[in-house]
T-cell receptor, first 114, second 115 residues
């Protein structure tokens, strides 16, 4: 199994509070991604990173920011959490150059915003 | 822009039967990869199979095969001899080979295998 660790695994917070989710990898892969999963929507890309300090927006980036100060860590921050951000969040990693490379996923973080 | 469509929200199949899960995609880029993932009730995402847009043959991985019809932009997953353990959510996904390499997912199909 790929070395990906998401923390925390579960989080309950209140509306308006900041929240940071962490994704840590031991594979030295270049690409890292944050997805959210909601019923009926599959997995939707929030932000992704293609290198240290190189990030870009996905399809549902509003209300989220990310940072990647070193290869192994990719942080997702909800500046002011809202109930619509209650979801399961997945981190994924992949490497470059192999056309058949698959994404490796973390175990997910269940976030509840009350 | 990339788009993946899975039109079957749920499917029910008898054990040992073959099952086909539909997936259509849309992209104007000629270079892309198509993926299928399985998500059991435990929540983890499990890679099943990959098909490259330039691959001449349909991909196979054990009981899984991908019925790739490029002209119709479809990439259906076929599971032969279904088992109870195949009950799960199944996601089709696509990634462009060049550029940002974002993996875009469909909405998923919930497969239930009945004994």
């Amino acid at each position: 199994d790929a070395g990906i660790t998401q923390s925390p695994r579960h989080k309950v917070t209140e509306t308006g509070t900041p929240v940071t989710l962490r994704c840590h990898q031991t594979e030295n892969h270049r690409y890292m991604y944050w997805y959210r999963q909601d019923p009926g929507h599959g997995l939707r890309l929030i932000h992704y990173s293609y290198g240290v300090k190189d990030t870009d927006k996905g399809e549902v980036s509003d209300g989220y920011s990310v940072s990647r100060s070193k290869t192994e860590d990719f942080l997702l921050t909800l500046e002011s959490a809202t109930s619509s951000q209650t979801s399961v969040y997945f981190c994924a990693i992949s490497d470059v150059g192999l056309t058949n490379e698959k994404l490796f996923f973390g175990s997910g973080t269940q976030l509840s915003v009350l | 822009a990339q788009k993946i469509t899975q039109t079957q929200p749920g499917m029910f199949v008898q054990e040992k039967e073959a099952v086909t899960l539909d997936c259509t995609y849309d992209t104007s880029d000629p270079s892309y990869g198509l993926f299928w993932y399985k998500q059991p009730s435990s929540g983890e995402m499990i890679f099943l199979i990959y098909q490259g847009s330039y691959d001449q043959q349909n991909a196979t991985e054990g009981r899984y095969s991908l019925n790739f019809q490029k002209a119709r932009k479809s990439a259906n997953l076929v599971i032969s001899a279904s088992q109870l353990g195949d009950s799960a959510m199944y996601f089709c996904a696509m990634r462009l080979i060049q550029g940002a390499q974002k993996l875009v997912f469909g909405q998923g199909t919930r497969l239930t295998i009945n004994p």
